[in-house]
C-alpha cells in the first residue's frame, strides 16, 4: 500500500538523545527508517565520555542504543560532520576551538541531509563551555574547563593528548572548580581519589599514568550562591565525603544559616532532599580532616572576577615548545562576596520568599586566594550550525517543543532538536531520554498530520564520502571488541583507542 512507503529520519549526533529518538521512531511504525550520523567513529556521545569512569552503572543506557542500532532499519554513519549550510561552513564547523578539526571525518551539509528525509532531528549536543567572561581565563596557564579534562580522562579523541604538554599535575598541588554541580564533582573525584581505585575501569593508560604522578591534595569547589542552591546531587556529595583518606571542610556559620532556613520554610522546593543534604555536609568527611592527607571543600558565596598571575614565575619563561613564550600560569583568583537576596520577582507583600530560590547579589567586599590550577565548570554550550536559527543568549537551536524555528518564531518544515541542544546543558540521561521521546511522539504525529508526501530520494553515503571512511555499526562493533580486549589483557574494563587515526586503521 501507497501508505507503506518508508518514513525516514536523519538523526545527527549518536549521544543519548538520538539513540533514544531513534529507539522511539522504529518502534513506532513498520515503516520507520532511521540513519543516524555521529561525528566521531564512536557512538553514544557523553555516555561514554562525559559520564565519569568509575560510574559504569550509568553507562547501561549503552545496552538500549545497541538494541535500536542492531535494529534492520537502523544505519549508522559514523566518521560523519554534519555542517552548516552557508558555502563557508565546513571551514567554520571543523574548527571548533579547543579541538583537533577532525580533517578524518565526511562533511555533509545539513541542508543536502534534509533533501533525503521526511524529518531530520538534531542532537549533537553541547560542545563548548561557557566562559566565566573574566581576566586571565584566556591567557594564563593552569586555567582549564572542566569539559576539556573530562574529555581527557575520558579518552575524548580530540583531547586525548592535551593534557601532557600543557599541564603537569606533578607540579599542582591546589586545585579550584568554579561552579558546583555534579561535573564539579566529577573532576574533584577523579583529582582527588586513589588512583588504583580507577584502574579496574576505562580510564585510558596514559590517563592513569598521569594521575598517578599527580601531586593535588586540596580542592576547593566554589559557588555563587550557597548551600541551599547548590546544583550537585546528594548522591554524588555521599561519595566525595567517603572518598578514603580524604578530609572535607565547610564554613561551619554559612552551613548553620542554610540548615536553619530548610527548617524554618518547610514548603521550600526540595525540602526534604535538601535537607539531607545539609545533614550529609553537616556529618562531615569519613575521613575526619586532621587525619586527611588530601582534602576538599564547599566555598560559597563568591564570584571569581579576577585570576591573577603567580608571582614567582617569570612572564617570558622560555616554553618546550620552540618559539612560544610560555604563559604565565594562575596563582590565584579574586573573588567578589556575595549576599543570597529574594529573586526581585518575589513582591514584599506575599508571604516571605523560599530562600532556596535566591540569587547571588555582589557586595563591595572581596577577596583573594590562592590556587595552582583552575577548573571552569560553570556549563557546557552548544555550537550553531551557519543557516541554523540559533539562540545566542541560551546557547540552544531554537526551538518549541523541540520543532525548530526561526527567529520569527515560524517553523522550520521537517526539522526538529532535543537533547542538550535543545534545552540546554542540563539533565541527566534520564530526562534526555524522556525529550527524546516527546520529540520522537511530535515527530511521528506531524508526519500523519501532513499524510501522503513525495518520497525523498534515499541517501547514498557513497555521493558525499569522497573516499574517506565512513565507520559502520559492524566496523565500531569492531573498535568495541578490540577495546574489551585490550582492556582484559590489563584488567580493566577497557582500553579506549583515543585516535581518530587509530580507530580508522583498526576498521581498515
Ligand atoms: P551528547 O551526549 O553530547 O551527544 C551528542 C553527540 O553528537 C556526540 O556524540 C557528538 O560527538 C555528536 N556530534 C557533535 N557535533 C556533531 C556534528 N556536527 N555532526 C554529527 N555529530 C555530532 N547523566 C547521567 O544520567 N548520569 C551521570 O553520571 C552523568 N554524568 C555526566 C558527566 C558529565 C561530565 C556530563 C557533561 C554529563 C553527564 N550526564 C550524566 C548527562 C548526560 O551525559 C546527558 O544528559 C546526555 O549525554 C545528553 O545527551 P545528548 O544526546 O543531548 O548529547
Known sequence: AAAARPLRIGVVGGGPAGFYAAGRWLSVADNARVDLFELLPTPFG?????VAPDHPEVKNCEHKFEETARDPRFRFFGNVQVCGTQASSDSTVLSVPNTTPSSLAVPIPLEKLRQHYDAVLLTYGASLDRPLGIPGEDTLKN???ARTFVNWYNGHPYHSSFLAPLIDLSKLEHATIIGQGNVALDVARILLKDVDALREYDVPDHVLAELARSRVKRVDIVGRRGPLQLAATTKELREMLNLPGVGFDI???????????VEAYPKMEGARAKKRAMGLLAGGSKTPLAEASKSWSLQFLQSPVELLPS????ATAPSALEGITSPQSIGAVRYTLNELVPPSSASSSSSSPDPSQFSARATSESRIASTDILFKSVGYRS??????????RRGIVRNDQGRVVDEQGKRIDGLYTSGWLARGPTGVIATTMFDAFATADLVAADLAQAGQVEEKPEFRIDEYSGGKKVVSWEDWEVIDRIER????????????????EEMLEVVG
Open 46 to 50: 557523553l555516555a561514554r565520555f562525559g
Open 143 to 145: 586555567v582549564l574547563s
Open 485 to 500: 580486549e585490550r582492556g582484559r589483557e590489563k584488567g580493566k574494563l577497557r582500553e579506549k583507542v583515543v585516535s581518530v
Open 383 to 392: 555550537i550553531g550550525l551557519p543557516g541554523l536559527p540559533f539562540d545566542e
Open 251 to 261: 564554613d561551619s556559620q554559612i552551613l548553620s544559616d542554610a540548615v536553619r532556613d
Open 311 to 314: 608571582s614567582t614565575e617569570g
